[in-house]
């Protein structure tokens, strides 16, 4: 049993390898000297501005029978 153990890990992590190397195909490999500023890899998501501004564009309004709302 401990035989089929062993062998099962290792047809799994021969899996996980295939999957990760077609995932990462047509990624390019980014390489960061010290001081390099990281900053154009993601955006900023807590940045100033966008829809927290303005709570009338972030908010949908229910509208009432008559249609007011």
């Known amino acids: 049993m401990k035989r089929l153990y062993d062998q099962v890990k290792v047809q799994i992590?021969?899996?996980n390898d295939n999957y990760?190397?077609?995932a990462n195909?047509?990624?390019?490999?980014v390489v960061l000297e010290?001081?390099?500023?990281p900053?154009?890899?993601r955006a900023?998501?807590?940045q100033e501005g966008g829809n927290?501004?303005?709570p009338e564009t972030s908010?949908?309004?229910?509208?009432?029978?008559s249609g007011e709302g």
């Open 13 to 15: 992590a021969k899996k």
């Open 20 to 22: 990760a190397k077609q």
């Open 25 to 29: 195909k047509k990624r390019k490999e």
């Open 34 to 37: 010290p001081g390099d500023d």
């Open 39 to 41: 900053g154009h890899l």
């Open 44 to 46: 900023n998501v807590f």
């Open 52 to 54: 927290d501004e303005n």
């Open 59 to 65: 908010q949908i309004q229910a509208k009432g029978p």
